[in-house]
Nanobody, 131 residues
Framework: AVVPVESGGGSVQAGGSLSLSCVVS??????????VAWFRQAPGKEREAVAA????????LYATSVKGRFTMSQDTAKNTLYLQMNSLKFEDGGMYYC??????????????????????WGQGTQVTVVS
């Protein structure tokens, strides 16, 4: 897939879990010196990175709001990114996207700042957390 294809979203009770998947292009999955990341966009808010992998090191980075609850992984053989989300909170709801970045020497760029430098973007998958 040239454009990422996200799946696995749905409606879940607070405290529950969801597992998201995203098929990306081979270029995105294997691009060196870049990031692959999951983003979340809540209604009326900017898209923000919640989890990322910096490809030169394989290290994962997480937004403070999800650290300890979300786990990102990837299977480069399948060009697929995963996001395991546990202990979901109401504020975790939103549209979830995955994407890859342009090359960057700064791993923090994977998780900080805006979504400029990332692309392309797919349709996303909706996550709704209900109480």
């Amino acid at each position: 897939a040239v454009v990422p294809v996200e799946s696995g979203g749905g409606s879940v009770q607070a405290g529950g879990s969801l597992s998201l998947s995203c098929v990306v292009s081979e270029y995105t999955a294997r691009s060196p010196n870049s990031c692959v990341a999951w983003f979340r966009q809540a209604p009326g808010k900017e898209r923000e990175a919640v989890a990322a992998i910096y490809t030169p090191t394989g290290n994962t980075l997480y937004a403070t709001s999800v650290k300890g609850r979300f786990t990102m992984s990837q299977d480069t053989a399948k060009n697929t990114l995963y996001l395991q989300m546990n202990s979901l909170k109401f504020e975790d709801g939103g549209m979830y996207y995955c994407s890859g970045s342009r090359p960057t020497p700064d791993p923090e760029r994977c998780i900080r700042g805006d979504d400029s430098g990332f692309g392309p973007w797919g349709q996303g998958t909706q996550v709704t957390v209900v109480s």
